[in-house]
């Protein structure tokens, strides 16, 4: 089943898009609250594996289990954005989290952000999110169950995403 054409997206809205993306990242890493709460809409949803619901109880998630966690960096690369109609699109983000344990191990996770993106009074904000794991450093601080598992065919959950706003 073919995407959707990713041509209607202007540079403008991928780059305001990329941003957020971004900030989440950066957010994340350094513990920002505020950063990371201007990444989502009010009612946003999470699907980090180990936590579902509300991105707001997520956020206030991963930033207890991220205390006291001296060294941890999320980068994205591959960034996929598709159109889905007026003020939606839906993004596929790779991410690559390094983190170092307490034993001094680095630590490292790799997936991607499924989302859905909705513009709101301007401004583009995460509405609902997918995390997948494809892969975690075994027993050094990445619990892997509960996270989706891309697949290299339609049944991986991108399509599902991808279908939901056809």
């Not at 809205?13 to 513990?31: A, M, S, Y």
Request: proline fraction near 5%; charge should be negative; charged fraction near 25%.
């Amino acid at each position: 089943m073919p995407l959707p054409s990713p041509t209607s997206i202007d540079v403008t809205t991928r780059l305001e898009i990329l941003d957020v993306l971004t900030r989440f990242c950066r957010g994340v890493d350094r513990h920002d609250r505020t950063l990371l709460e201007s990444c989502y809409h009010p009612g946003a949803t999470d699907d980090h594996g180990i936590y579902r619901g509300e991105a707001k109880g997520f956020i206030d998630w991963v930033l207890g289990a991220t205390e006291g966690i001296s060294f941890m960096q999320h980068t994205i690369t591959n960034h996929l954005v598709l159109g889905a109609g007026d003020g939606v699109v839906t993004t596929e983000t790779y991410y690559h989290a390094r983190t170092l344990g307490a034993d001094g191990e680095l630590a490292h996770a790799f997936g991607r952000y499924l989302d859905r993106f909705e513009r709101r009074d301007g401004e583009w904000r995460i509405a609902q999110r997918l995390c997948t794991m494809e892969h975690a450093t075994p027993n050094l601080g990445y619990p892997q169950e509960g996270f989706e598992r891309g697949s290299p065919d339609a049944s991986d959950p991108s399509f599902a995403l991808i279908d939901s706003v056809r």
